[in-house]
Nanobody
Framework: QVKLVESGGGLVQGGGSLRLSCDASGFDFMVKAMGWFRQAPGKEREFVAVISGSGDRTYYSDSVKDRFTVSRDNAKNTVYLQMNSLKPEDTAVYYC?????????????????????WGQGTQVTVSS
């Protein structure tokens, strides 16, 4: 069955960096779009980044653009989120997500409903 397992979260000072990993299994990884969402305490889950199956297309929310980079290694069935210049407002649980479609078949990659599998989440805490 489909399985997504995130790792790499933790506590970091403002301005620091973290890299999240998501190990995927149980499906044809290189075909599907993959993404990252996050949820801060008391807030709704929000889109962070998406990457196409081949990795040639990436998109980000305005709040993380130019600081975060999403990438994937299709040989390892792993997607990454490199987070630089972290801010306290980046504190959240980060979720790896899978789309049932290719990137080019998605209607709106920013919507929760475009993704059918979610990992368990990994906590990222940024201190000021």
């Amino acid at each position: 069955q489909v399985k997504l397992v995130e790792s790499g979260g933790g506590l970091v000072q403002g301005g620091g960096s973290l890299r999240l990993s998501c190990d995927a299994s149980g499906f044809d990884f290189m075909v599907k779009a993959m993404g990252w969402f996050r949820q801060a305490p008391g807030k709704e889950r929000e889109f962070v980044a998406v990457i196409s199956g081949s990795g040639d297309r990436t998109y980000y929310s305005d709040s993380v653009k130019d600081r975060f980079t999403v990438s994937r290694d299709n040989a390892k069935n792993t997607v990454y989120l490199q987070m630089n210049s972290l801010k306290p407002e980046d504190t959240a649980v980060y979720y790896c997500v899978r789309s049932p479609r290719t990137f080019y078949d998605m209607s709106n990659y920013k919507l929760n409903g475009e993704y059918d599998y979610w990992g368990q989440g990994t906590q990222v805490t940024v201190s000021s």
